[in-house]
């Protein structure tokens, strides 16, 4: 990203702020008519992409931009403009029996071509190729054969669903919306957070919480980067973010490359699981199913410890093996220091509150983040200055403006796959593969959203999959929130499974290791999100539903499963573990996490008699060592 200087730097952080300020003003205040609303957040974000991201890493100017950006800058802002301009007209016209006129198919050109130039800057060029390939699809599909095949669509009809259909998707559609309105508040809120200091709290916890245990500094990583994730909601910022930090430093003490990138980037990409905030997915989700944000932030809630208790599990087992010690005392800071910032935790507790209360989110966000403004003030070393308060504004708008374009893309993908059908006919052939079996169904739907995920925000790949996968699994009985919550999963995965994962890509980066061998330790450190995915579907009670023995059965086996797969793994339990142990212990976590053909009581008690057994074999080896020893 470019970084302007001069009168243009200057003019376009303050637009940037004042659109931010804006979308926080209306939070608590009320929004304008939809489609105004959608209109002024494209008109905001869109344009300014051209100026801010370069075409092209080293051939584009780097401080200042090109004649053709600004030409670019230009094209996107006119369709924008123009409905935001016509917004009654838009709002009352039918949909596909009102005409398009050709002034509105030029302007819809010029939506989708400056979206997708836009979405490869800032964004990713996969997801770009998508939406290509879905506009493709609705003018090509009435010539492909057998279950591919579609009707014949007119330019028009295509130009209108891609761009102006503001019911059922497209550029204007209802998931432009929750971005305009919902997520765009909770970001200025994760903004402000980071302007006030809270980073600085979550950073020192994680140290005075977790350092001065073996493997100190890798724990202190898997912390911190849980608690940044619930402020970014971006796996790929919360790695550059905190992996800068931590990533040296758990390769000073010990840890391989690979290691330390792949314990980052499994406890980056969690980030969006960890309520409160739960990234912009979650939002998204309770806008489709209808079904309150905070009841989503309950029922994921469980989940969300298992797989950070997972990782720092692994992290253990591995400091163990690696015999790395803990931080130096000298850089642990005194739990005195983590108290001084204590008080910025009020607004957090504010808006968990709030949304428990049944408060529409963007008001939660909104007198969060006037909470937080305040209660920074309490103290010297939290104040925030008129400049940092800009400062927090033109943040949030740097992180709202790509996921502007990333959403509207996905609306472009999602009204691609309704209008063609492709949602029942691509549906209909995983149902076919999966042969009514709910457990092949779970399995290739998991696949299929990895290999959606590559190269794609969570977001939109989550989007996309709850789309084609939704219907199939509750057409088996599962219920709307779990499916989404397994799909939701796996998008969340998609991020750091190889062979493209956005986020071990750039820990590796950081960490000068190779991305692939970086992607693999983090699919191995983030194994919970596969067992948790599946546990949604199977045991009610890790969504906090059922009575209490039935949540605690159905959390026990997955503590127990987790920990003996990461020292089945790892090598390490109590000592190091043989092979023959390790594929034991290994083997009997697997029955217990995914074996749910068998009762809730057999999979604990086959979990928990694997780890007393190897527990007693450990034990029994070590005393004999002693004796020898004394000997």
Same mark, same amino acid.
């Given at each position: 990203m470019r970084k302007l200087k001069g009168p243009l730097g200057q003019i376009l952080t303050l637009w940037l702020a004042g659109v931010a300020a804006l979308h926080l003003y209306w939070g608590g205040f009320g929004f304008p008519e939809p489609i105004a609303m959608r209109g002024f957040h494209l008109l905001a974000f869109v344009p300014p992409i051209f100026l801010l991201w370069p075409a092209r890493r080293i051939a584009s100017p780097r401080h200042r931009p090109s004649a053709v950006d600004w030409l670019w800058f230009l094209a996107a802002a006119a369709p924008h403009a123009w409905v935001l301009w016509n917004a009654a007209a838009v709002s009352d016209r039918m949909e596909y029996v009102d005409p398009f006129s050709p002034t509105m198919m030029v302007l819809a050109v010029l939506a989708i071509v400056t979206l997708l130039e836009a979405t490869r800057r800032a964004v990713e060029p996969g997801l770009a190729w998508m939406v290509i390939l879905s506009i493709a699809y609705m003018q090509f599909g009435h010539l492909? /054969? %057998?279950? #591919?095949?579609?009707? $014949?669509? @007119? !330019? &028009?009809?295509?130009? $209108?669903? @891609?761009? #102006?259909? /503001?019911t059922a998707g497209g550029v204007y559609g209802p998931l432009t919306g929750i971005v305009a309105t919902t997520i765009a508040v909770f970001i200025t809120f994760g903004a402000f957070m980071q302007g006030s200091g809270t980073g600085r709290l979550f950073s020192n916890l994680g140290a005075a919480a977790a350092g001065r245990y073996v493997g100190g500094p890798a724990k202190v990583a898997v912390v911190t980067s849980g608690l940044f994730g619930t402020m970014s909601g971006s796996s790929v910022s919360n790695v550059i973010t905190t992996g800068a930090m931590t990533i040296p430093l758990m390769v000073r003490i010990g840890y391989r490359p690979a290691v330390a990138g792949g314990i980052e980037s499994a406890a980056s990409v969690g980030g969006a699981i960890m309520p409160p905030v739960m990234g912009a997915a979650a939002f998204v989700m309770s806008e489709i199913t209808n079904i309150p944000y905070g009841e989503i932030v309950v029922a994921a809630a469980l989940g969300a410890v298992l797989y950070y208790f997972a990782i720092l599990v692994a992290v253990h087992f591995e400091a163990r093996k690696l015999n790395i010690a /803990?931080?130096?005392?000298?850089?642990? !800071? @005194?739990?005195?220091? =983590?108290a001084a910032d204590a008080h910025l935790v009020i607004p957090m507790a504010l808006l968990v509150y709030l949304m428990m209360s049944r408060w529409s989110g963007n008001f939660a966000a909104f007198c969060a983040t006037m909470a937080m403004i305040a209660i920074a003030m309490l103290r010297r070393r939290t104040r925030m200055s008129p400049r940092v308060i800009l400062d927090s504004l033109h943040n949030a708008a740097l992180t709202m403006a790509p996921l502007a374009v990333a959403i509207a893309g996905a609306g472009i993908v999602v009204s691609a796959l309704t209008a063609t059908g492709m949602v029942v &006919?691509? %549906? %209909?052939?995983?149902?076919?593969?999966a042969g009514g079996s709910l457990p =092949?169904?779970?399995?290739?739907?998991?696949? &299929? =959203?990895?290999?959606? %995920?590559m190269g794609l925000p969570t977001t939109p790949s989550y989007i996309i999959a709850a789309a084609i996968g939704v219907p199939q699994l509750m057409e088996m009985g599962v219920g709307m929130l779990p499916a989404h919550l397994f799909l939701f999963y796996f998008a969340v995965l998609a991020d750091a499974t190889p062979p493209v994962a956005a986020a071990a890509f750039a820990a590796a980066s950081i960490a000068k290791a190779g991305p692939t061998i970086t992607s693999l330790h983090a699919t191995r450190f983030g194994i919970a999100g596969f067992t948790v995915g599946f546990a949604f579907i199977y045991d009610p009670g890790i969504m906090l539903r059922g009575g209490l023995l039935e949540i605690g059965l159905a959390f026990s086996i997955q503590v127990l499963a987790l920990t003996a797969i990461t020292a089945a793994w790892a090598g390490s339990f109590m000592g190091p573990l043989a092979m023959p142990v390790r594929l034991l212990l290994g083997a009997a976590g697997l029955m217990a996490a995914f074996g749910h053909m068998f009762n809730a009581p057999t999979r604990f008690a086959l979990a928990l008699a694997a780890m007393a057994v190897v527990a007693g074999l450990q034990r029994a080896r070590g005393a004999r060592m002693r004796s020898v020893s004394s000997a």
């Open positions: 492909l /054969p %057998g279950v #591919l095949n579609t009707r $014949e669509f @007119s !330019p &028009a009809e295509i130009l $209108e669903a @891609s761009w #102006l259909v /503001p /803990p931080m130096a005392k000298a850089d642990i !800071p @005194s739990w005195r220091e =983590v &006919a691509f %549906g %209909g052939i995983i149902k076919d593969l =092949v169904l779970l399995v290739l739907l998991a696949l &299929a =959203v990895l290999i959606l %995920g």
